[in-house]
């Protein structure tokens, strides 16, 4: 009774063991982290622009084009890597010296039209979350 005492006590503290491996490995599956100066940006309906510093460097854009939609659910979207693209309302590019340029155009619009901005130069991506406001 005793030696099934202590093996199932061994059995218990494996599995914690091995979970607490588990989870520390998931966490540290981002080891080279995308770095950006600004996470939040909000801009005036006249139209504007804002440099980001993004680091490390080299880092790409990511685009989310819509490739169709499903249903009545939602719609299917493709991401890409890019240096720049645009839509009617704001273009992002990287500029020569290796930064960041968010470039809205004047915004006739009632609501607020918030859009995310997402780069990746590392392990991980960061978004930039921004806003253009009425």
Not at 22 to 51: A, H, I, M, Y
Not at 76 to 102: C, F, H, M, P
Request: aromatic share 10%; glycine share 8%; hydrophobic share 35%.
């Amino acid at each position: 009774m005793v030696k099934i005492k202590i093996i199932g006590i061994v059995l218990v503290c494996a599995s914690f063991l091995t979970a607490c491996v588990d989870l520390w490995e998931r966490s540290s599956s981002c080891k080279v982290s995308t770095n950006v100066s600004r996470k939040s940006l909000t801009f005036p309906n006249t139209g504007g622009q804002e440099f980001i510093d993004v680091n490390p460097k080299p880092y790409f854009i990511i685009q989310k084009v819509q490739l169709g939609n499903v249903g009545d659910e939602g719609y299917v979207y493709e991401e890409r890597s890019v240096d720049s693209y645009s839509t009617a309302n704001y273009t992002v590019q990287k500029v020569g010296d290796g930064r960041l340029v968010i470039h809205t155009n004047p915004y006739y619009g009632d609501q607020e039209l918030k859009f995310e901005v997402v780069v990746n130069g590392g392990d991980c991506s960061e978004t930039i979350y921004c806003t253009i406001k009425p």
